[in-house]
C-alpha cells in the first residue's frame, strides 16, 4: 500500500492502525484530566480564598460586636469604669482571628487538595498511582533528610502557633534578640529591633522567651555604683526622690532604693519601680539619667577605679 509517497506492507500499516487508535482513545481521556485539573485549581483558590475572607470577616465582625457591648456597658457605668484603652485593646485582638494563622491554614489547605486532584488526574489518564505514591514517599524522604533544619523550623513553627507564646506586636527577648514581632512564619520570626532593624530568626531557634508585653505592668531596675566615701543614706533617699518624681512610675507601686552588692570599689544600688509595659524602654534611660544628676547636685560621689600604678612625674622619673 502506497500513503503520501511511501510504500507501506500490510504490517506496518496495522502497525500505525494500532497506535493512532491508541492516540485517539488516550486524547480524550488527556484531554478530561486535563480539564479536571485546571476546573479543579480554580474552584479550590475560589473555595480557599472566599473562606479566608470569611474568617477574616468572623474575626472583625466579633472584635466590633464586643467593642460596642464595651462601650455600651462603659457609658452605662461611667462612675465605675473598669476597663482601660489597653484592655480594651487586648479584647479586641483575642477576638480577633490569627491573620497569619489563618494564611498558614488556607495555604496547607489548598495545597492538599491540588495534591489530591493532581493523583485523581493521573488515574483518569491510566497512570498507577501506587507506583507514583511510592515514588513520591520515597522523594519526600530523601528530602526530608535533606532538609532537616527546615522541618525543625516548621514544627517549631507549628508549637508557636499552637501555644502562642508571644503575637504579631509584642515586645518579646528571645534567641539573644530583643523587638516587637513583625510576622510569625512557617519557618522564621521576624523581629524589629529597637533602633529599626529587621531581624529574621529561624523557629527552631527559640526556645526561652521572654515576654514584656503579656502584663500591664512591669519592673525596671536601674543600677548605679556609689563611692565608699559617700553617704548611703543620703545617696538612697536622693534616688527615692528620682523614682517617686519620674511620671512613669506608677503611684500605686510605691519605688525602692536596694542595695545589691558592696565590694572595694564601692556599694551597688538598684532603683526598683514598677511602669506599663509600654513604658519599659524609656523609663530606664530618663531614671538613670535624672539620678545621675541629682547625685551631682548633692554631691554623693560614685565609685571609680583606684589608680594603683600612679605614673611618675616628669622630673622624679630615673635618668636613662
Known sequence: MQILGFELDADTFDFLEKKALTVLLFLPKLLLALLLIILGCRIINCITSRLERRLHSIGTSKAKQHDDESQDSVSTRASTRTLTSQSLAKVKSATQLDPTLVKFAMSFFSNALKCLLLLEGAAIVGIQTTSFLAVLSMTAL??????????????????????????VGDLVQAAQQYGRVTEIGMFETIFLSLDNKT????????????????????????????????????????LLRVAQECPMVLPGRAPQVLVSDTSELGRDLIIRAYVRSADYIPAPFWLREEALLALDDANVSLASMPLFYPYLKKEDQCPV
Request: aromatic fraction near 4%.
Open 199 to 238: 531581624i529574621i530568626v529561624p523557629n527552631s531557634q527559640i526556645t526561652i522567651v521572654t515576654n514584656l508585653t503579656t502584663e500591664d505592668i512591669i519592673r525596671v531596675d536601674v543600677a548605679l555604683k556609689i563611692s565608699h566615701s559617700a553617704s548611703l543614706r543620703q545617696a538612697k533617699e536622693v
Open 142 to 167: 530523601a528530602v526530608a533528610m535533606a532538609m532537616q533544619g527546615l522541618l525543625k523550623d516548621l514544627a517549631a513553627g507549628i508549637m508557636l502557633l499552637v501555644f502562642r507564646p508571644y503575637t
